[in-house]
């Protein structure tokens, strides 16, 4: 059963646009959240945060905002950049004595174009 | 600059073969963390290892056992490869409450 869902596979924007990502959950034990960016060939890096006690967390261009009610999260980037194209990975933790696994979304890619 | 290293980038194997992948971090982390990256399934959990001689099956182990002697070094080992194995296999590390750092991943191809 998938935990941590990304509905969207593709998601194509103009550069200068805003990308909006999204991710729904299902465990209500999630307490922390997480997006990665992963390029080609090479491994994912982390891109931004948010713990279940806020609703926004921002970083420069890039805003994530959870709905725990909705057990839905999104990211949003702006403006979008033509290297912002990447696959974009949502991801969740579990309290508890999870050892810090993080259950991963299916990933969404992101083209923007110039 | 710290890292997760993963010893290939890119393997061809034959069915049936033994195949060891090596990561090794340099960060002093407690955790490590095997996943494998399929289109459209996203990265899927393995095995995790959070000390030394430590481990625990993910969501998908059948196929795969793990290997963690020294606390900087995580081994995934397939028995017995084949071809539904072959795929992006990605290394990561963290401390208990951190965020993740992966390696650059292995293409493996079984054939």
């Known amino acids: 059963d998938q935990q941590v869902k990304q509905n969207s596979p593709s998601l194509s924007v103009q550069e200068g646009r805003i990308s909006i990502l999204n991710c729904d959950y299902t465990?209500?034990?999630?307490?922390?959240f997480l997006w990665y960016k992963k390029y080609p060939a090479e491994g994912p890096t982390f891109l931004i945060s948010?713990?279940?006690?806020?609703d926004k967390n921002e970083d420069g261009r890039f805003t994530v905002f959870l709905n725990k009610s909705a057990k839905h999260l999104s990211l949003h980037i702006v403006p979008s950049q033509p290297g912002d194209s990447a696959v974009y990975f949502c991801?969740?933790?579990?309290?508890?004595?999870?050892?810090?696994?993080?259950?991963f979304g299916q990933g969404t890619i992101l083209t923007v174009h110039p | 600059d710290v890292k997760v290293t993963q010893s290939s980038r890119y393997l061809v194997k034959r069915t049936g073969e033994k195949v060891f992948l090596e990561c090794v971090q340099d960060?002093?982390?407690?955790?490590m963390f095997w996943y494998r990256q399929d289109p459209g399934l996203g990265l899927r959990l393995i095995y995790f290892?959070?000390?030394?001689?430590?481990?625990e099956k993910g969501d998908i182990p059948e196929g795969y056992s793990v290997s963690r002697e020294k606390k900087e070094r995580f081994s995934l080992i397939l028995e017995s490869a084949s071809t539904n194995q072959t795929s992006m296999y990605l290394c990561?590390?963290?401390?208990?409450?951190?965020?993740?750092?992966f390696g650059s991943g292995t293409r493996l191809t079984v054939v």
């Open positions: 465990n209500s034990m999630f307490d922390y």
């Open positions: 948010i713990s279940s006690i806020k």
């Open positions: 290892s959070y000390d030394v001689k430590m481990k």
């Open positions: 990561a590390s963290s401390f208990s409450l951190g965020r993740y750092t």
């Open positions: 991801a969740a933790k579990g309290g508890g004595t999870s050892y810090g696994k993080l259950t």
């Open positions: 960060m002093d982390h407690e955790n």
